[in-house]
C-alpha cells in the first residue's frame, strides 16, 4: 500500500504493508513500492490519497511497463477519478481494494507521457482565462474560436475519453464527445490534469489512449 500524504487510513486496511510518500509522489517514492511488490505473490498496490497521487502511480507504472500490475484507490472523498470509474471512498473502498476483482480498461495519457484517471481542464492564460484555439476529438471539430475552457476525462468503455466545452451547467449542460483522442492547439493553453496545474502554457496539447491498458481493482 502507498499512502500519499496525510491522509486518514481506514481501518481494514490497518493490517497491509504500507509506505508512505508525499502527497504527490515522484520517481523516486516508487523505487521501495515496486522493490516490495516483486517479493510479494499475486501483487495489488493500494494508493490511498488523491486523484493526483493515483495519477501519478499510473504514470510510473505505464513509464517502467507494469500495466499488468492490479491497482486499487482509495481516496477520502468523491473525485473526478470516482466518478469517472464508478468507485467508492473511505471505508468501502478499502473493502473494494481488498477484495475486488481488477479488470483492464483504457489507458489514457497526454503527449507529456502522463496519465489521466480523473478530469484534465484546459483554459486561456494571463486575466482572461478563455481559451483560444480549435479542437478536435478524432476527426470531428469540438471548437474553434474562443471558448471558457476544456474538459477531458477518462471513460472506462471504449473509445476510452470524451471532451466537452467546459460552459457551466446552467447553459445547458456539457456536450460530449467521445473519441480515442482529443487535440488541442492554442496560443497559450494552460493544462490541470488532476488537480496539478502544468508550470508553463502550452500551444499544442493532446490526450489520447494508451496502447495498453491498465487493470483497475472496481
Given at each position: 500500500?502507498?499512502?500519499?500524504?496525510?491522509?486518514?487510513?481506514?481501518?481494514?486496511?490497518?493490517?497491509?504493508?504500507a509506505?508512505?510518500a508525499?502527497?504527490l509522489?515522484?520517481k523516486?517514492?516508487?523505487?521501495?513500492?515496486?522493490?516490495?511488490?516483486?517479493?510479494?505473490?499475486?501483487?495489488?498496490?493500494?494508493?490511498?490519497?488523491?486523484?493526483?497521487a493515483?495519477?501519478?502511480?499510473?504514470?510510473?507504472?505505464m513509464?517502467?511497463?507494469r500495466?499488468?500490475?492490479?491497482?486499487?484507490?482509495?481516496?477520502?472523498?468523491r473525485?473526478?477519478?470516482?466518478?469517472a470509474?464508478?468507485?467508492?471512498?473511505?471505508?468501502?473502498a478499502?473493502?473494494?481494494?481488498?477484495?475486488?476483482v481488477?479488470?483492464?480498461?483504457?489507458?489514457?495519457?497526454?503527449?507529456?507521457?502522463?496519465?489521466?484517471?480523473?478530469?484534465?481542464?484546459?483554459?486561456?492564460?494571463?486575466?482572461?482565462?478563455?481559451?483560444v484555439?480549435?479542437?478536435?476529438?478524432?476527426?470531428?471539430?469540438?471548437?474553434?474560436?474562443?471558448?471558457p475552457?476544456?474538459?477531458?476525462?477518462?471513460?472506462?468503455?471504449?473509445?476510452?475519453l470524451?471532451a466537452?466545452?467546459?460552459?457551466?451547467?446552467w447553459?445547458?449542460?456539457?456536450?460530449?464527445?467521445?473519441?480515442r483522442?482529443i487535440q488541442?492547439g492554442?496560443?497559450?493553453?494552460?493544462?490541470?490534469?488532476?488537480?496539478?496545474?502544468?508550470?508553463r502554457a502550452?500551444?499544442?496539447?493532446?490526450?489520447?489512449?494508451?496502447d495498453k491498458?491498465?487493470k483497475?481493482?472496481r
Amino acid at each position: 500500500m502507498l499512502r500519499c500524504g496525510d491522509v486518514p487510513l481506514p481501518l481494514a486496511l490497518t493490517p497491509v504493508t504500507a509506505l508512505s510518500a508525499p502527497a504527490l509522489p515522484e520517481k523516486d517514492d516508487f523505487e521501495d513500492v515496486f522493490a516490495h511488490l516483486e517479493s510479494v505473490e499475486d501483487p495489488r498496490l493500494i494508493v490511498v490519497g488523491d486523484d493526483a497521487a493515483f495519477a501519478a502511480t499510473v504514470t510510473r507504472l505505464m513509464r517502467t511497463e507494469r500495466l499488468d500490475l492490479e491497482v486499487a484507490y482509495v481516496p477520502e472523498k468523491r473525485t473526478p477519478a470516482t466518478e469517472a470509474y464508478g468507485l467508492r471512498t473511505g471505508s468501502k473502498a478499502a473493502t473494494v481494494a481488498l477484495q475486488g476483482v481488477a479488470k483492464p480498461l483504457p489507458l489514457i495519457r497526454d503527449d507529456a507521457g502522463i496519465a489521466l484517471v480523473g478530469r484534465a481542464l484546459v483554459c486561456g492564460a494571463g486575466d482572461d482565462t478563455a481559451l483560444v484555439g480549435e479542437a478536435y476529438v478524432d476527426d470531428t471539430r469540438l471548437f474553434s474560436g474562443t471558448v471558457p475552457g476544456v474538459r477531458v476525462e477518462p471513460t472506462p468503455a471504449m473509445p476510452g475519453l470524451r471532451a466537452a466545452v467546459d460552459r457551466p451547467r446552467w447553459f445547458g449542460g456539457y456536450k460530449w464527445l467521445s473519441g480515442r483522442a482529443i487535440q488541442l492547439g492554442s496560443p497559450a493553453a494552460v493544462v490541470t490534469r488532476d488537480g496539478v496545474t502544468n508550470p508553463r502554457a502550452l500551444k499544442r496539447s493532446a490526450f489520447y489512449r494508451h496502447d495498453k491498458k491498465w487493470k483497475l481493482v472496481r
